[in-house]
């Protein structure tokens, strides 16, 4: 816990619209804001020397309400494939890992996405049989992988297990969708220490870009040590969290009681990009309607249990069907439950394709949005995959954060990483700057989900969002104003520095 003060600064508490040109943090706590003069003064008696930002501008730490830390780790160690543009320049990259890499290691492969590739699929089982070790490439979104023949024998996958993809004559097609996705995920041979060191990783990368809380959604199966790794070192990490538990577990589990939090990814539907997003109408470029993931039963014993049990509750949701059964499940449960009124913490993910009377629905019954604006942002518009899966019109109606501010929402912005880059700043410059303008939201709404809504997504408002006397001095030092810069560049907007708990832990250009 440290003790810093910054004058000559563009102070942005995000308290109302007051601005200051100093702020003095003593013992990791904000102690005063004021002009120059009164900063130097009250950091003269406390013995702190004050920075001058020559003009920088100050913003509390960001928050990324919705991150995967070890799956942001391990990609990093992965062949990228995200900007591959088609089949063969995927055996491309994996036959040049395949010459160099350590001969016991897996080919691995991450951030696919079909719908950028030429041929509008990924590749087979049989055109990654080539090489002699196992292959696995994983998904942008996290919804299925791809396996060669050596990679599904090692990971023990049953052919007849639910999510195993054959193609019309009954041959494996190489790809792991549903429960064979988690499994094939968790059965990926990364050891504990990898596993932290990736959790690790992300974190350090998140506060070279100013942001000082993360909403981690992690542990997708029994066996995934990623949360109890978390919940053990949480104070090693360079960034608070706050930690989802994304599986079903007992409530009783003394874990849940320490997170007090019960769910967080935990898929009631699927993704837009794998067709598995429930909707009440069909997809315009394939078969059905997405679907549900549990049966409502499931889900509101789920909740009823956290509920009575004092935990958070969080769900992701993305199709507008997957938004209506959790909104059902929450209000049921509420009304069996009264007495829960004032202290129930609701909240879900995504919260993408929403029907007005679902958004009303929601802002009635007090449930915080964990949104990710860099989806629309550099996922929709008239090419892409969200038009053609959905059509005109269900396309330009996803993620309407404008309307979801106007039901009086609360809506906390996050990058859903790696599925987006770990970047609040391009979250910020994406809430303001959707591929259809009513959708948009103001510079200042868009600072506040990273902020102040940000932290009250947590239900961390009480002590973090804002820059005021008392409360953590998590601070980011930008080098413009997200507030006045031409919106259209907020995104070029560079981290200067990042303070958490008074301790300047990133310099990238402070005196
Ligand atoms: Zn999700």
């Avoid at 990228?80 to 010459?99: G, H, Q, T, V």
């Avoid at 001969?103 to 696919?112: A, H, K, N, V």
């Avoid at 007849?160 to 019309?168: A, H, I, N, Q, Y």
């Avoid at 993360?214 to 199966?221: K, L, P, S, V």
Wanted: glycine share 10%.
């Amino acid at each position: 816990m440290g003790n810093i003060a910054f004058i000559n600064a563009n102070v942005i508490p995000m308290d109302v619209r007051k601005r200051y040109t100093g702020v003095l943090a003593l013992d990791g706590k904000i102690a005063c804001l004021g002009n120059d003069e009164q900063i130097k003064e009250a950091a003269g008696k406390a013995g702190v020397e004050p920075i001058n930002l020559n003009g920088a501008t100050v913003l509390p730490g960001l928050h990324d309400c919705h991150a995967h830390l070890s799956l942001t780790g391990f990609d990093a160690q992965g062949i990228n494939m995200y900007d591959a543009k088609d089949i063969p320049e995927i055996l491309r990259r994996l036959k040049e890992a395949d010459e160099t890499w350590d001969p016991d290691r897996w080919l691995f492969g991450q951030r696919i996405d079909e719908g950028l590739l030429a041929e509008k699929r990924p590749p087979t089982m049989e055109e990654l049989d080539v090489f002699n070790r196992p292959v696995f490439i994983s998904d942008r979104g996290g919804h299925y992988v791809l396996v060669n023949r050596l990679a599904f024998d090692a990971l023990g996958i049953d052919e007849e297990m639910e999510g195993v993809r054959k193609d019309e004559d009954g041959k494996l097609n190489g790809r792991l969708q549903d429960v064979a996705n988690k499994t094939a995920r968790n059965r990926f041979p990364w050891t504990r220490e990898q596993t932290y060191e990736a959790m690790k990783w992300t974190a350090e990368e998140a506060i070279k870009k100013g942001i000082t809380t993360i909403h981690a959604q992690e542990g997708f199966t029994k066996d995934d040590p990623a949360v109890e790794l978390l919940l053990e070192h949480k104070d090693d990490f360079p960034v608070d969290l706050v930690i989802y538990w994304c599986y079903m577990p007992e409530p009783d589990d003394p874990m849940c009681k320490e997170l007090g939090i019960l769910g967080g990814d935990i898929l009631l539907d699927g993704s837009i990009g794998s067709r598995t997003a429930a909707f009440f109408n069909p997809y315009c470029d394939g078969e059905g309607c997405g679907y549900l993931n549990y049966p409502d039963e499931k889900v509101y014993e789920f909740v009823e249990s956290g509920i009575v049990r004092d935990l958070a509750m969080s769900f992701h949701v993305i199709g507008e069907k997957g938004v209506w059964q959790a909104l059902n499940i929450y209000e049921k449960v509420m009304e069996q439950h009264p007495e829960k009124k004032d202290t129930a913490r609701l909240r879900l993910e995504h919260f993408g394709w929403a029907s007005e009377e679902d958004i009303q629905r929601a802002a009635r019954l007090g449930v915080r949005i964990s949104t990710q604006p860099p989806f629309t942002y550099l996922r929709g518009g008239p090419e892409s995959v969200y038009r053609s899966r959905l059509g005109e019109d269900r396309e330009k109606a996803g993620y309407p954060l404008r309307r979801y501010l106007d039901a009086g929402l609360c809506v906390g912005g996050g990058s859903d990483s790696d599925v987006t880059p770990m970047d609040s700043i391009l979250g910020i410059h994406a809430a303001v700057n959707p591929p259809y303008p009513e959708n948009a939201v103001t510079p200042y709404e868009a600072v506040r989900m990273y902020t102040s809504e940000g932290a009250r997504c947590g239900w961390e408002d009480d002590h973090k969002g804002k820059l005021l006397p008392g409360m953590q001095a998590d601070m980011v030092v930008l080098d413009a104003d997200p507030l006045t810069v031409n919106p259209q560049t907020i995104k070029d907007i560079k981290v200067l520095g990042t303070v958490r708990k008074g301790d300047l832990v990133y310099n990238n250009g402070i005196e």
